[in-house]
């Protein structure tokens, strides 16, 4: 359910996007026939989704959420499920990081540092350089991906907040800081 709503936020965003770049230029009246027949078709997806929702009974099964916004509760769950992701995410990061430190030397030991002498020093230091190379990329490879959901969970985190209401006695979700340092 929560991917389908976060398809049908998506395919919202084109929608408007498209619109805007269409009203741009000079364009025929079919292409603005077709586009608005799209949005007609989305409005209907959007209608059944919030239908199906409803369907699954959640204030039924959590009483306490039986006075709360829909689009409330909504936002709450996908947060809830990005925050989940993000810290699988950022725990994978933690273990780069450390994989890191060991490349180097580790982390108590400059990488200056070998315990081992002669031709094994050499082979110790090429084997920690190349597994330094490869974390190095793997850690590069991966950051925009986390630093995209986490602009996304504090996304949800202000759209929670402008949606709350005091006498809910529902916490809001905090959001999570954008440097990895800091998380």
Not at 101 to 119: F, I, L, M, Y
Not at 128 to 141: D, E, M, P, V, Y
Not at 145 to 156: E, F, G, V
Request: proline share 4%.
């Amino acid at each position: 359910m929560l991917t389908l709503q976060a398809d049908l936020d998506s395919s919202s965003k084109v929608l408007q996007l498209a619109w805007a770049t269409i009203e741009k230029g000079n364009t025929s009246s079919s292409i603005l026939e077709a586009l608005a027949s799209l949005e007609h078709s989305h409005m209907r997806l959007v209608t059944k989704t919030e239908a199906l929702y409803l369907s699954l009974n959640v204030h039924d099964r959590i009483p306490e959420l039986k006075d709360i916004s829909l689009k409330f509760v909504r936002i709450l769950l996908m947060a809830r499920d990005l925050k989940i992701n993000i810290r699988k995410r950022v725990v994978g990061s933690f273990f780069e990081w450390d994989k890191l430190d060991r490349a180097v030397g580790g982390k108590d030991k400059p990488s200056g540092e070998s315990s081992v002498t002669g031709s094994l020093a050499l082979a110790e230091a090429l084997l920690g350089t190349k597994l330094h190379q490869q974390t190095r990329k793997a850690i590069t490879k991966r950051q925009p991906a986390l630093m995209s959901t986490i602009h996304k969970y504090n996304n949800y985190c202000g759209q929670l907040s402008q949606l709350h209401n005091p006498t809910w006695a529902i916490p809001l979700p905090v959001p999570l800081p954008t440097t990895l340092v800091d998380l």
